[in-house]
């Protein structure tokens, strides 16, 4: 017998969905920048039409409906797989093969898939998210990198959404490709010195948008990223 569990309280905002609405914010030099950058990928039509998407973070494998929100999560290290929908929090876990019978473990491993996935995802999808609701986005500065780049930094924080938004993230955007070629994290708004500094560089057209992946002096990162059209929707339903 399927075992369909539901979260009683949801903690968490999901800064995903499956087509992008924005929520511009007063910065139109900001708002100008962000839709030139997202032009140069692949346009905000394409990416709506995206339906599948499938790439590795660290040692987790995901796979994602973007239309109805269904994720699986493979996470070989403890010998899990969770089936999560990221909009209502049903689903089921399996754990060594076997469908997980514990409710609380059950609810509390889908809460922490669905943080996975917010963290995983923003990872590969940051910008095309910049101006989704409850994203305050400004125009910082235009500087001029170490190896002669010229880039507009934009300053992205959180009012309300997420899993952490006290964080702060500084993204360079070249302005002559208009593409995001580095971003800065900063745990806290108010830091000095940011958490990390890293490159967002080797971006690929997969389907009809170009995304960042397997990047370039970087470890860390989405790697091995699929878009589909058509696939198996079971993937979401079954081990």
Do not use: C
Not at 158 to 185: C, R, S
């Amino acid at each position: 017998m399927k075992t369909i569990y539901k979260a009683a309280v949801l903690i968490i905002t999901v800064l995903f969905s499956s087509t992008a609405v924005f929520a511009q914010t007063k910065d139109k030099k900001a708002n100008s920048i962000v839709q030139e950058m997202l032009t140069a990928m692949g346009g905000i039509k394409n990416y709506n039409a995206t339906h599948f998407i499938q790439w590795d973070f660290v040692n987790r494998k995901i796979f994602w409906d973007k239309w109805t929100g269904d994720v699986r999560i493979e996470n070989p290290i403890a010998k899990q797989v969770i089936l999560v929908n990221i909009n209502t929090l049903q689903g089921k876990v399996y754990e060594n093969g076997l469908l997980l019978n514990d409710d609380n473990k059950t609810i509390e491993l889908l809460v922490k898939a669905k943080n996975w996935w917010i963290n995983d995802s923003y990872w590969l999808l940051m910008p095309w998210k910049l101006q989704d609701s409850g994203v305050h986005l400004t125009f910082v500065k235009t500087d001029q990198l170490p190896n002669g780049k010229m880039v507009d930094i934009l300053q992205l924080t959180f009012n309300g959404v997420g899993v952490t938004p006290e964080n702060k993230y500084l993204v360079y955007v070249d302005k002559k490709e208009h593409l995001i070629i580095q971003w800065a994290y900063y745990q806290n708004f108010n830091d000095a010195e940011p958490k990390f500094l890293k490159p967002w560089n080797n971006y690929q057209k997969v389907g009809s948008i170009l995304l960042s992946f397997d990047r370039l002096n970087e470890d860390v990162g989405p790697k091995n990223v699929i878009v589909k059209s058509n696939f198996d929707a079971s993937i979401f339903t079954k081990l």
